[in-house]
């Protein structure tokens, strides 16, 4: 076994290397970017070495300034984690040229699966389904459009290199083929720095099924079940689980046979995963090979009771896979577990990635049943430069029912405060019919979006009047500590109940929504209280908050709610959805919020791919004006209004902050 291993990627995947690598005695080394210089991955190396600037191509992606703090910091091995440089053939090569152990497939197997286009004609040659499309190395955009044409539509066009969902396009019609491609490439260019794409025929309401393998260097190859990842929202994969519920004992032991076919023709070494796409009827076809650990194998080591990591150092250094593992042909699964990944996003301005510090970031206590592989801790930054993910919720019990309800639970208990997350989101999908019944094709969330994204209305009168019964304890709570320091801390004027003299105290409790004031009136105290405000009233009798529990009868209905509360909201959930209230000040005024539609601005900090239009000219509503790159994602601002464009500040190439004003319109056109 190795004694020194350097992890030559970043974030969650290299914290929960370390975390195995620290059980199993082997020194880690960590590298990391300016962006980098505090992050938990290199507090937690146990020892960390800088490699460049902030950007992936000046830091994570530099193979030679990677190879030269592996030679210098004496590592055995480099493990790539998965994105960045995992699939890179040549990275491959370079690390095993230079005497060092690359912890994954040898460069030659990659180069053979590293490519979409590749992978799919060595299957196809080895009888292999596969869908049918265009492969060739040929990319002239003619040559491609007639290819589609052969191909017929619907299709996808797909990045020839790289997952994670970047740079795939489904195409429905002739006319979109050409803005489609162009996009997908540069998309796909920004992403892996190859921009070559295949075309194949898109199955309409397939699942996605892959199966976890793994090969050793004394010719076992075996695979350790599925995963379904159907749940997917623009084919980034959403929720992960194991077993798949769609799957026949029949379906499972044949689909299993054909990743593990696909592993012997390769001589395939270290982890890898063999995707597939499926039918509505059962049919399956071969989809491509992820030459790496996934994001998703918490999953398989939580129903497996394995450690995929151990498994891919011991095979490194030359052990043979468990004799346990290989005499059985299929492992089985004990119980059931479900992966949630829990983003800086905001799903009501089309899950556009966030930035900035945690503020505040909980999460449920592991256990048995609850696991967390995080790369962050409440008070990092989320930065523009890497992928925003805050977390991974893992959760395991005995059946499929019981793993999605330890999965609600979980949910429940995460706060993150900052950058706007995926929660509520989560929350309703866990909840919908189309999860609960394991009915889910690939598609389903993006055609029925908005059956999964939280409602915007203002809050019910009875979510108001919670969050202000919660203020009003917590403030009763906090002022004999504010006043403890007083000369007569016994003083009338240092309750916090509003007591005058001869007539009832009066206090206002205020929070905002959508830039709308919302104001309760309250009167009374310690837990009984008559409130008033969004055109009702109510009386609450015994109210208790308790530790982060809030319990009180409202019109003599008793409600339970799991509450957390500070000088800048009140979070409230019920069990079944949460509901966050900022506060503001009684006494402060604000203004309404307006859109303005003179001005186009960044939504986020990022870098200008595209300026589609020039000063003085005149655009449609919705006209695309300028394409940004932030977070490995491609966003395209629109004309607010018809106008004439009288400022430009946007130039290609460039890197502009949140909120910068990009263009500016005159009069309607």
Same mark, same amino acid.
């Given at each position: 076994?190795?004694?020194?291993?350097?992890?030559? !990627?970043?974030?969650?995947?290299?914290?929960?290397?370390?975390?195995?690598?620290?059980?199993?005695?082997?020194?880690?080394? =960590?590298? @990391?970017?300016?962006?980098?210089?505090?992050?938990?991955?290199?507090?937690?190396?146990?020892?960390?070495w800088p490699i460049g600037g902030p950007r992936p191509a000046d830091s994570y992606l530099r193979g030679d300034a990677i190879l030269e703090v592996a030679k210098k910091s004496d590592a055995q091995a480099i493990h790539p984690g998965y994105g960045f440089l995992s699939e890179n053939a040549d990275f491959a090569e370079a690390v095993e040229l230079a005497g060092i152990v690359f912890i994954g497939p040898s460069a030659n197997s990659m180069r053979k699966m *590293?490519?979409?286009? *590749?992978?799919?004609e060595l299957m196809a040659a080895h009888g292999v389904p596969v869908v049918p499309g265009y492969t060739g190395e040929d990319q002239d955009a003619t040559l491609l459009a007639r290819e589609a044409q052969c191909v017929g539509f619907p299709l996808m066009i797909k990045a020839a290199y790289g997952g994670g969902g970047k740079g795939m396009r489904i195409v429905r019609k002739a006319e979109e083929f050409a803005s489609a491609l162009e996009s997908c490439q540069r998309e796909a260019n920004n992403a892996f720095g190859r921009d070559r794409v295949l075309l194949e025929r898109y199955i309409e309401t397939p699942r996605h099924i892959e199966f976890q393998i793994f090969g050793d260097k004394h010719g076992n190859a075996i695979h350790l079940n599925e995963r379904e990842c159907s749940a997917q929202r623009r084919y980034q994969k959403v929720l992960e689980e194991t077993p798949s519920p769609f799957l026949t004992p029949d379906m499972r032991t044949r689909m299993g046979e054909a990743a593990i076919a696909a592993a012997r023709a390769l001589d395939y070494v270290n982890a890898g995963t063999v995707e597939f796409i499926? %039918?509505?009827?059962? /049919?399956? @076809?071969?989809?491509?090979? !992820?030459?790496?650990?996934?994001?998703?194998? +918490?999953?398989?080591?939580?129903?497996?009771?394995?450690?995929?990591?151990?498994?891919?150092?011991?095979?490194?250094? %030359? /052990?043979?896979?468990? *004799?346990?593992?290989?005499?059985?042909?299929?492992?089985?699964?004990?119980?059931? =577990?479900?992966?949630?990944?829990? @983003?800086?996003?905001? +799903?009501?301005?089309?899950?556009?990635? %966030?930035?900035?510090?945690?503020? $505040?970031?909980?999460?449920?206590a592991q256990s048995t049943h609850v696991r967390i592989d995080a790369g962050v801790i409440e008070g990092d930054t989320v930065t523009i430069f890497y992928d925003p993910m805050i977390a991974k919720l893992i959760v395991w019990d005995r059946t499929r029912g019981e793993a999605l309800q330890r999965m609600r639970e979980a949910l429940a208990q995460c706060e993150i405060a900052g950058p706007k997350s995926n929660i509520d989101f989560l929350e309703r999908l866990v909840r919908h019919p189309a999860v609960i019944e394991g009915r889910i094709d690939t598609g389903y969330l993006d055609r029925h979006l908005d059956e999964f994204l939280?409602?915007?209305?203002?809050?019910?009168?009875?979510?108001?009047?919670?969050?202000?019964?919660?203020?009003?304890?917590?403030?009763?709570?906090?002022?004999?500590?504010?006043?403890? *320091?007083? /000369? /007569?801390?016994?003083?009338?004027?240092?309750?916090?109940?509003?007591? $005058?003299?001869?007539?009832? %105290?009066? $206090?206002?409790?205020?929070?905002?929504?959508?830039?709308?004031r919302i104001e309760i009136d309250a009167y009374g105290a310690a837990g009984n209280y008559t409130l008033a405000g969004a055109e009702s009233q109510s009386q609450v009798a015994n109210g208790l908050l308790r530790d982060t529990v809030l319990s009180a009868a409202f019109d003599g209905v008793a409600r339970r709610f799991d509450t957390r509360i500070d000088d800048d909201a009140v979070l409230l959930h019920d069990g079944v959805q949460r509901r966050r209230l900022i506060r503001v000040s009684?006494?402060? @005024?604000?203004?309404?919020a307006r859109e303005s539609g003179d001005r186009v601005v960044a939504p986020m900090p990022g870098r200008i791919v595209l300026v589609k239009v020039k000063s003085g000219d005149k655009v449609a509503e919705g006209q695309e004006l300028i394409v940004m790159e932030a977070m490995k994602m491609e966003l395209t601002l629109r004309a607010p209004r018809a106008a004439t464009i009288t400022e430009l500040r946007a130039s290609a190439g460039e890197f502009v902050d949140g909120d910068t004003v990009l263009a500016r319109f005159g009069e309607s056109a």
């Open positions: 076994m190795f004694t020194r291993i350097l992890i030559a !990627n970043r974030g969650e995947i290299a914290c929960r290397i370390i975390r195995t690598c620290r059980r199993l005695g082997i020194h880690t080394i =960590a590298i @990391y970017s300016e962006a980098d210089a505090t992050a938990q991955h290199v507090r937690l190396a146990d020892e960390a *590293g490519s979409k286009a *590749g992978a799919k499926v %039918g509505p009827q059962g /049919d399956f @076809y071969f989809m491509e090979i !992820n030459t790496r650990l996934q994001v998703e194998h +918490p999953v398989t080591e939580m129903v497996l009771h394995l450690d995929l990591v151990e498994l891919q150092l011991r095979v490194a250094s %030359g /052990d043979a896979l468990p *004799g346990s593992l290989i005499r059985n042909k299929s492992v089985p699964a004990d119980g059931h =577990a479900i992966e949630l990944r829990l @983003y800086a996003e905001d +799903p009501q301005q089309g899950f556009l990635p %966030g930035s900035g510090k945690l503020q $505040r970031l909980r999460l449920p939280p409602a915007d209305a203002a809050p019910a009168a009875a979510v108001l009047f919670a969050a202000a019964t919660a203020v009003l304890l917590d403030e009763e709570a906090r002022a004999p500590l504010v006043m403890h *320091g007083s /000369d /007569d801390p016994h003083s009338p004027w240092s309750r916090a109940d509003a007591w $005058r003299l001869g007539r009832p %105290g009066k $206090r206002i409790v205020c929070f905002t929504h959508a830039g709308q009684a006494f402060a @005024y604000t203004k309404s």
